[in-house]
């Protein structure tokens, strides 16, 4: 007996309804496919070693994520920090955002600080400052630890690095850390643009109130 596949009774009958979601499933996957690859490229670049003289987007987040940067002193101590490293061409800063228990970093480092990358001396710098600061305000037990090699930690470690190898990869890193804060620099005006916490004035408005910026268009340029 012939059986009718095309009968609606049939286990195997395709109604056009599930034609057309089979087809915009498909559609959909080729769609968000260069997302995809873009992403699994990112994963596949992450690492927490950074070379010199490569433009790497680091994230650098408070030991157990703690919001210490909101207090204003802790930022202007990140401030100085890198303002001091970019005098000193011991790196090339494109774009910063301070967040309260995090900072997102575009940048290169171009030569070693005495024995140790500028990511380290960054580190080590801003942990020290940051300390005295929290025994002054009797605000240290917060990030005391009872490890071998210190009393307390500041800096959570081993924080991932992206190494920027693409037009493609600058421009996204650089909208993800200016995304949070275009909001922000809409309802302030120029002139207390200095308590911004990122480099989104000198994008938006092509305005260095930091002094120590570089723009990422000319190096995506020479990429």
Not at 131 to 156: E, T
Not at 166 to 189: D, F
Request: proline share 3%.
């Amino acid at each position: 007996m012939r059986v009718d596949t095309k009968s609606n009774n049939h286990p195997n009958y395709l109604s056009p309804n599930h034609f057309g979601f089979f087809f915009f499933q498909k559609v959909y996957f080729l769609l968000s496919l260069p997302n995809l690859l873009l992403t699994f490229e990112l994963k596949m670049s992450q690492h927490s070693f950074q070379d010199l003289n490569k433009i790497y987007f680091w994230t650098a987040v408070i030991h157990k994520r703690k919001p210490l940067l909101q207090d204003a002193a802790m930022k202007d101590i990140i401030i100085s920090s890198l303002k001091y490293l970019s005098e000193k061409k011991l790196i090339v800063l494109y774009a910063f955002n301070i967040k309260p228990n995090r900072i997102h970093i575009i940048w290169k480092q171009l030569k070693l600080n005495g024995k140790e990358k500028p990511r380290s001396s960054f580190l080590k710098f801003t942990a020290h400052l940051f300390l005295r600061v929290l025994v002054q305000k009797k605000q240290s037990h917060a990030y005391k630890v009872n490890w071998s090699n210190k009393n307390h930690c500041l800096w959570k470690r081993d924080s991932m690095a992206i190494e920027l190898y693409s037009k493609k990869i600058m421009l996204q890193k650089l909208n993800y850390i200016h995304s949070c804060t275009n909001k922000e620099i809409k309802e302030t005006t120029l002139l207390n643009d200095k308590n911004l916490n990122s480099s989104s004035v000198f994008y938006e408005f092509g305005k260095d109130t930091f002094g120590f910026l570089d723009d990422i268009f000319i190096a995506i340029h020479k990429a």
